[in-house]
Each structure stands twice: as C-alpha cells, then as structure tokens.
C-alpha cells in the first residue's frame, strides 16, 4: 500500500472524528439527554470543573486499557489499540471545538428538539462508519465493542446497541450518586441508544458499502 493511500486512509478516519463529534454535540444541544457513547462523559463533565472533551478522554483511555486488560496478544492489535490514545486526543479537540461553535444552538420546542436528535444520530453514525471502513483505527468505543463482537462472533451493530444501553445505566447511576437526580440522561438518550447501531449497520452494509 503506498503513502498516498495509507494518508487517505487516515485523512477519511479523521473525517469520521469530526462526524461523531458533531453528532454527539448536535444530541446535547437537543436538550433530550446525550448520545449514550458520550453520557458517562456527560455526566462527569457536569459534576466536575473538566470540559467535555477533558472526560471524553479520560473515559477513552480508560476503555482502551480495557482492551488490552481483554487479554490481546496481536501485535498488530496492540499496534492498533495504541493508536486509539493520539486519535481519542483528537476526538476529545473536536469535541470541545463544537461545544464552542455551537454554544448559542438551543431548539425552541420539542419538535425541534426530536429533529435535532435524529440529526444527531445520523452524523454520529456516518462518523463511526466513516471509522470502520478505512480500518486503520478505531476510537476506543468502537474499538472496545469491535474486539468484543469478534470475541463472542456478533454484529458490530447489534453488540453496539447492548454496549450504548450499558453505558446509559453507568451514566444514570453515577448521576444519581452525584446528585440525587439523573441528569444528562433523558428520553433521547433511549432513543440513541435504540437506533445508532442499527443506522450504522445499515449505512454500512447497504449506503456506504465502499
């Protein structure tokens, strides 16, 4: 594979950082709760003086010593797992990079709110197919539920959708431990969780098959 190749690679996976940034920001500025792949981070980030983004990373690295605490003898795995570090570090960038361009984007009425969501969602899961179909890296979260999905032979999709539902429930409990209320957690985060992985399967296996 030459360099040019190999750097386009690379240049679409970044591309696909910013998606799920996006994504993930557009859900929050819905006022319906955050994208399960971020609430945990919400929540701390809420309840403590660190940015998003600063969370984001932190929750991210953690993920990736759970790959190798996972028990990954490949080298190549390795290889790819510390990867994850320099690109979550860009991610977290993006991260905050939104949260500042869009801090005035606040939806005036529910509607408004449900579409904002949906739109979300959509831009959150181009960017994490816009991450698989290079497959130079991963982002930690997709990382840790693709080494998961190959270990018990599921669909990336369908074990994404069990891993967000598990990552609501951490958010709501720490939330409550918190501050005696779920916060950051509301009805969109549900509906996140319902749809994301099954958007993703289907932009990957029938729109954005390349």
Same mark, same amino acid.
């Given at each position: 594979?030459?360099?040019?190749?190999?750097?386009?690679?690379?240049?679409?996976?970044?591309?696909? +950082?910013?998606?799920?940034?996006?994504?993930?920001? +557009?859900?929050?500025?819905?006022?319906?709760?955050?994208?399960?792949?971020?609430?945990?981070?919400?929540?701390?980030?809420?309840?403590?003086?660190?940015?998003?983004?600063?969370?984001?990373? #932190?929750?991210?690295?953690?993920?990736?010593?759970?790959?190798?605490?996972?028990?990954?003898?490949?080298?190549?795995?390795?290889?790819?797992?510390?990867?994850?570090?320099?690109?979550?570090?860009?991610?977290?960038?993006?991260?905050?990079?939104?949260?500042?361009?869009?801090?005035?984007?606040?939806?005036?009425?529910?509607?408004?709110?449900?579409?904002?969501?949906?739109?979300?969602?959509?831009?959150?899961?181009?960017?994490?197919?816009?991450?698989?179909?290079?497959?130079?890296?991963?982002?930690?979260?997709?990382?840790?539920?693709?080494?998961?999905?190959?270990?018990?032979?599921?669909?990336?999709?369908?074990?994404?959708?069990?891993?967000?539902?598990?990552?609501?429930?951490?958010?709501? #409990?720490?939330?409550?431990?918190?501050?005696?209320?779920?916060?950051?957690?509301?009805?969109?985060?549900?509906?996140?969780?319902?749809?994301?992985?099954?958007?993703?399967?289907?932009?990957?296996?029938?729109?954005?098959?390349?």
């Amino acid at each position: 594979m030459d360099i040019k190749t190999i750097l386009k690679k690379y240049l679409v996976f970044v591309i696909g +950082l910013y998606f799920l940034a996006a994504g993930i920001v +557009l859900i929050i500025h819905s006022a319906l709760g955050t994208t399960p792949i971020s609430s945990v981070n919400y929540v701390l980030s809420l309840n403590s003086p660190l940015s998003l983004g600063t969370c984001t990373f #932190i929750v991210n690295v953690l993920l990736i010593l759970g790959q190798f605490i996972r028990g990954t003898k490949s080298r190549q795995d390795q290889i790819s797992i510390l990867l994850q570090i320099p690109f979550s570090f860009i991610f977290s960038t993006f991260i905050d990079f939104n949260m500042a361009l869009t801090e005035d984007l606040h939806p005036s009425n529910y509607i408004t709110s449900i579409a904002l969501l949906l739109l979300g969602c959509l831009i959150q899961s181009i960017g994490v197919v816009l991450e698989i179909k290079p497959q130079v890296a991963m982002m930690s979260a997709e990382g840790f539920v693709n080494y998961a999905a190959r270990r018990y032979n599921k669909e990336f999709g369908k074990f994404k959708v069990i891993f967000d539902f598990t990552l609501v429930t951490v958010a709501i #409990i720490l939330s409550l431990i918190f501050t005696q209320r779920i916060e950051g957690v509301r009805e969109g985060s549900l509906i996140a969780a319902c749809i994301t992985g099954y958007i993703v399967s289907f932009l990957n296996n029938k729109i954005m098959t390349r």
